[in-house]
């Protein structure tokens, strides 16, 4: 395959990674001509350097690991009820009918409204962020199974009538696969809302380790440093997160036709 | 062997109520099917032929009179009375194999059983070798092999063809047509085979079943009294293929016997003018 001298830079493996290069050469420029604060704008090196003293001394590992672990038991809690909920609303119409409005109504309170409700239901500590992560990432799990099980051609149904098929049987072999990309769908967006929320929870309900954490200290000490470096971590975490989800969908859903 | 796969509609009537009326999709089909028998059911759109099929296998059960598999009225779908559609509809997550296995997920068979039939019929429809493949892997032609393979693997009375091979390119049709004729042949069971097209009608059946529209009835019945394999370009076939097309009105006929060429046919010489 001839590929044009201009457009080969395209093909490039890593050409994601000149832009944020760019921009940090840019950023470090601008520290080094003294346009910003120093206070404000750190240099980039001093990033790094808080990186490191924040590494050697065991506190990212700390962090990293509270923060990983609250999302996690948080994202599991939203994708088991937001699935189930999912299914059992997408399969019974009377359900549906019933609970969905309600719902959808919900759906649209902002979770940060929430957080004095939140407080004094479920206390100041890892409950109340856990409960927070769960709010803030339900809804697009449970909305994306639901309209994929509702979407589902219903050729596929008809097929399993044919074949006698119990309901027990069509839901497991029929209509939970034929809804899986639906409900990867609604996954997506629930990582990427519980970490959001994992962050956010961290922030309100500061008693305990995290990465926010380490970034609200930071903004108490102005150490710009500290913040920044907290950022980035938490920007890679949440794009590492996805990848791992977006690698495991692509095992399961080998079976669809890639529309590239 | 006792008859198997005979089927017989007394007094078929169905329509569907709405708001803006009634419409009247079957009116008065009688017919009797005979055991082994190919049944072309050829018609235009909205002559109800579709309607007929979902009756037979059990999808709609809104209707009245009554329709009989070897003396029993037929209730609800069931595992003797299969179904090849126009769209393959193969589960997309599932292989060739475990398409067609997934059809024996109720039958009473034995594993070890289950297996050696679907690869029976994976070896029947040509495509040894494909086991593991998925649909989107594979051609649409293939597919629709895999949906006769999963419609016959549980040996049912009746095998029930909706316009099976109306969204294959020409070329295909003819060779599914050609393996069909080799399937049945072969399995002698009942098969009735709903489509638009006349020649593939003539081609396949023993009889043609002529429909008409609005309301969906039967018009006509005609024998096919030709030999398997039968020949397309016979002039036997050829004269039955006018007598059905006459059946759809003048005009049609008119245009054939115009594009009639003198006729020849291999090892003698026929002439037609």
């Not at chain 1, 209509?175 to 990427?192: D, E, K, N, Q, Y």
């Not at chain 2, 209707?63 to 003797?80: C, F, K, P, R, V």
């Not at chain 2, 193969?90 to 475990?98: D, E, G, I, K, M």
């Not at chain 2, 040509?126 to 649909?135: C, I, T, V, W």
Request: net charge neutral; glycine share 10%.
């Amino acid at each position: 395959m001839t590929v044009n001298k201009q457009n080969y830079f395209v093909y490039l493996p890593w050409r994601g990674i000149v832009f944020p290069v760019i921009l940090i050469l840019i950023w470090q420029l601008i520290y080094l001509a003294k346009i910003a604060n120093p206070v404000f704008l750190p240099s980039v090196f001093a990033v790094i350097e808080q990186g490191h003293r924040l590494i050697d001394n065991g506190q990212l590992w700390e962090g990293l690991k509270a923060s990983l672990y609250r999302d996690l038991v948080g994202l599991s809690i939203a994708i088991f009820l937001g699935v189930s909920i999912g299914i059992a609303l997408g399969v019974s119409r009377l359900a549906g009918k019933v609970f969905l409005p309600t719902f959808n109504t919900i759906k649209q309170v902002s979770p940060f409204a929430l957080i004095p409700l939140l407080s004094f239901w479920f206390g100041l500590h890892e409950p109340a962020k856990i409960a927070f992560i769960v709010v803030s990432s339900v809804f697009p799990i449970m909305i994306n199974t639901y309209e994929g099980v509702r979407g589902i051609a219903f050729d596929y149904v008809e097929v399993g009538r044919v074949y006698k098929m119990t309901t027990f049987q069509l839901l497991r072999k029929i209509i939970l696969p034929a809804a899986t990309p639906s409900i990867f769908r609604g996954l997506h967006l629930g990582v990427f809302f519980s970490w959001l929320g994992t962050v956010g929870a961290e922030y309100f309900f500061t008693a305990g380790a995290g990465l926010g954490n380490i970034i609200v200290d930071g903004r108490n000490s102005s150490r710009m440093d500290l913040v920044l470096f907290g950022v980035f971590v938490i920007g890679i975490t949440g794009y590492l997160l996805n990848i791992g989800l977006s690698y495991a969908e692509k095992r399961l859903l080998h079976w669809q036709i890639q529309k590239q | 062997m006792t008859q198997q796969g005979t089927l017989n509609f007394s007094q078929v009537n169905k329509q569907f109520n709405s708001n803006n009326g009634n419409l009247k999709v079957l009116q008065d089909i009688n017919l009797e099917i005979k055991s082994g028998e190919f049944i072309s059911v050829v018609g235009s759109s909205g002559c109800g032929k579709s309607t007929l099929l979902r009756l037979i296998i059990g999808l709609d059960a809104e209707y009245e009179g009554a329709i009989e598999l070897d003396g029993n009225i037929i209730s609800g779908t069931d595992l003797n009375r299969g179904i090849v559609f126009q769209e393959h509809r193969l589960l997309p997550w599932l292989n060739v194999a475990q398409n067609i296995a997934i059809a024996l997920q109720n039958a009473q068979l034995s594993q070890e059983e289950k297996h050696k039939t679907v690869q029976e019929h994976i070896d029947l429809v040509g495509l040894q070798g494909f086991e593991k493949s998925y649909p989107h892997q594979i051609s649409g032609g293939m597919s629709q092999r895999v949906a006769i393979a999963r419609g016959l693997v549980n040996r049912p009375r009746v095998l029930l063809l909706d316009e099976p091979f109306g969204a294959l390119d020409a070329l295909t049709r003819t060779r599914l047509q050609n393996e069909l004729q080799n399937i049945w042949e072969k399995e002698g069971i009942t098969m009735i085979l709903v489509t638009h097209d006349v020649e593939e009608a003539v081609f396949l059946g023993n009889r043609v079943v002529v429909m008409e529209p609005r309301p969906g009835r039967i018009k006509s019945v005609l024998d096919v009294d030709l030999p398997f394999p039968r020949d397309r370009t016979s002039y036997d076939f050829l004269k039955i293929k006018k007598e059905v097309l006459k059946e759809f009105g003048g005009h049609l006929a008119a245009e054939i016997s115009h594009a009639e060429a003198p006729v020849w046919s291999t090892g003698e010489y026929k002439l037609s003018w």
